[in-house]
């Protein structure tokens, strides 16, 4: 019996989603995987009409590094260093989602002290990732010196990690019930030395770019993301928090010692890009009270757990966790088959949800606009190609 | 044969202008780094040369040594002919200029008018980049830099205007010998709206940020001249800085009193004053983000020309009193 | 009414402006936060993981406390250990035959006497190359014969300057 040929789509996925051939009247544009503002190797399609975007698409996979087919042919010990170039800017959260997802299948327990010093160090990665999106976005809409005061703030937290974990950047510290080595004598006055450092440098943030009024022009009423778009697309961090729902895994799932610490969950009500920008700057200083907390608070104890066991075979079965990341909630859902290595990991990134809404959030704003919000998502391209 | 020593004069002048501008545009990359490097705490060019003094000059023998590249499909004539015709005006419009009691090309009753004539050139300039590189951002640049551009002659004309009209000349001379020697006599303070309103003009006439959407680096990757490299790309470059030379020059003269000062007054007061203005546009370039296009356009036409057209009435009022 | 507004925020603006000048202004005269490498060095590298290098036995530095279990090797995600086992030296050349030991009874033979091979390394490689710094070899090491060098100031002309003999590098510690 003949079955009917398969339509296959052909032409590209350019001359598939947009018009056959060029139009009069538009120009069709690339912004393409290397520009300065992309943030890494992004490629939108862009269809304008003078200045105004009609049509707006995101092309993935440029960076696509099978990360998650690393994690079914690698054992999780060996994976763990995958974890920190997924989204090298907040790498802890990452491997604390690994990490976590591994013990919750296996129960292994995690000694308080390990859950405090994962606490701090999250928190410190979290605002470090915070303070290069600053600077980032920032430069993005041309403004060039206040990257480099955020990286002057943000040595002090790498010089913490790096006292700490070993690294700067990709940090792989977090491991199946606990962390890889205790802290070191002089980190915690450091952490609380640098949180009152970054206190004062807060309101010179304010002054130079928050309440300049050139900046509150490019950011102000320009990408509004009401919360049911943000239900829609998944978005979560602070895109939705941006948009009004006070939603934060710390919160909503708790994990580890979260619970014990006193911190708000900002958020705003304008849903464009300066709400987002204000939630992000406000989480700042709600991480600096957790680690203020978290500081104060370490008991002493084990950083690892004696008994967690050193071969990890994954039973038969599935599991999720999620944690909060500086983008949003970072998910790894393991499923193991009783062999060595896990049979399916699967990353789930808050970016590549967030970057979904682009294409309709950009029907009919201007080109500058585009690049707006595209820094008020945050967007880490390696993490939404894994 | 006799020579006009009028023209003669011109020649000199002509020359002497010229190596001003080079030298200072050479100069003023090195400041520009500099000074963008201290904003940033960092220390700028540094190893070639004692404290990177000789940076400009391995920038310039690097942009001689580039190949120059023509993009295929482009019109060559119309993309060469550029950043000559960026360059060109500058020598011009620096002519009447008086720098000092004495030192000055030519004495022209309408050197003002010459000045603002030969600036418009700019437009043009970066019109035919965008324009002859055959690339959809090179051309968004020269598209929104055309109308920046003519947006915002017309607030400079009108307040230059509002000077001429209470100096009653537009004699560049005659405007100096006007302000005396001590600061609060300078016209800044006298019509302190039409100098806001020239330095802001000045600024986005000079496309440098907060105005530099033409070359917006992080949107277009250096919009109309993305596609020049070597000395093409080395004429806009100093040409930018030239165009910046020219704008202080006519706010010391119209606005910061010349080469008036207290103590001796000479051309040596005339530069500290136009140096003073090219490092303030400087400052600002590090500042401020970038001003979104439509706002900009905003801001030409609904605040600075009906403020410029406003300040021009008082003025005329206050003179005919 | 709304005129007066929008002139109060424009003058409000012109303010925020005035600031952000002044901020700037302020660090443009600031000392400089940047260190002059190499002129200046920065103080913390010490606690940067640099590649893995042997741990001296504390009776002898010129040898390691690597047992050449080879878990390491096993352990790294991107195979960049090399461990090879020193082998058991050669028995001793068998007595000529016909000479026979006395005090052995006729008819059983005399058994070479054993000899056990050494528990160590006679080759130890790092390709630093594909080494990510994970730290899976330092954690999985039975003895503890492995640590972070935090040597960072590594350059090299060709791949091969980082093949590491991580024996030799022992040895010339051992040295100094």
Known sequence: ?386 | MNIDPQLTRILVALVAILLFVAANAIVLVYVERKVAGHVQRRPGPYEVGFHGILQPVADAVKLMGKQLVTPGDGDRVIFWIAPLLAFAPVALCLLPITFGPRTYAFDIDLGLVLILAFAGLNVLALCLAGWGSNNKWSLLGAARSVAQNVAYEIPLLVSVLSVALATGSLNLNTITLTQGTWPWQWNWLINPVAFGIYIICAVAETNRAPFDLPEGESELTAGFHTEYSGMGFGLFFMAEYANMLVVASVATVLFLGGWNGPGAPGWWWFLVKMYAVVFFIIMLRWTFPRVRFDQLLNLSWKWLIPLALANLLVVAFIVKL | MGFIRETGNAARGMWSLAVGLKVTGKYFLSPQITCHYPREVLPNMDTFRGHIELIAKPSNPAKSKCIACGSCARACPSGCITVIKKKAEPAPAPEAAGQQDESIPAGQKKKPPKKTAPKEPSLFALDFTTCSLCGQCVQVCPVSALRFSSAINLAGYTREEFHYDLLQRLAEQAEK
């Open chain 1, 1 to 386: 019996m003949m079955t009917e040929p398969l339509q296959l789509e052909t032409g590209d996925f350019y001359s598939r989603h947009f018009e056959k051939g060029p139009r009069e009247d538009t120009l069709i544009l690339n912004m393409g995987p290397q520009h300065p503002s992309t943030h890494g190797v992004l490629r939108i399609l862009l269809e304008l009409d003078g200045e105004y975007i009609l049509r707006a698409e995101p092309v993935l996979g440029y960076v696509h590094r099978m990360h998650e087919k690393m994690g079914e042919v690698k054992t999780c010990h060996q994976y763990l260093m995958n974890m920190g170039r997924v989204d090298y800017l907040h790498a802890l959260a990452w491997n604390w989602a690994h990490v976590g997802a591994v013990e919750k299948m296996l129960g292994i327990e995690v000694p308080e002290r390990a859950e405090y010093i994962r606490v701090i160090t999250c928190e410190l990665n979290r605002i470090s990732s915070h303070l290069l999106w600053w600077g980032a976005y920032l430069l993005d809409l041309g403004a060039f010196t206040p990257i480099l005061y955020a990286f002057d703030d943000r040595e002090f937290i790498l010089d913490l990690l790096q006292m700490v974990t070993g690294s700067r950047l990709t940090y792989t510290y977090n491991t199946f019930g606990g962390v890889v080595a205790d802290l070191p004598g002089d980190f915690l006055d450091g952490s609380l030395a640098f949180a009152k450092r970054m206190r004062e440098r807060l309101p010179m943030y304010k002054d130079l770019v928050t309440d300049n009024f050139i900046l509150r022009g490019r950011v102000e009423d320009i990408g509004h993301i009401p919360l049911e778009m943000c239900v829609r697309y998944g978005a979560t961090g602070p895109v939705v928090r941006g948009a009004g729902k006070p939603y934060d895994t710390r919160r909503a799932e708790p994990y580890s010692v979260y619970d014990r610490f006193d911190f708000e969950i900002p958020t705003s009500d304008r849903d464009d890009a300066f709400g987002r920008y204000q939630v992000r700057l406000a989480e700042i200083e709600q991480s600096l009270r957790i680690i203020e907390q978290a500081v104060t608070g370490i008991p002493a104890g084990d950083f690892l757990n004696p008994k967690a066991p050193k071969k990890i075979k994954l039973p038969v079965g599935e599991t999720y966790y999620a944690v909060e990341g500086a983008r949003g909630k970072i998910g790894v859902y393991l499923q193991g088959d009783g062999g060595p290595t896990p049979y399916r990991v699967r990353l789930r990134s808050p970016t590549y949800s967030n970057l979904s809404l682009f294409s309709e959030v950009a029907g009919g704003i201007l080109l500058p606009d585009a690049v707006s919000i595209l820094g008020s998502l945050d967007l880490v391209i390696p993490e939404i190609d894994r």
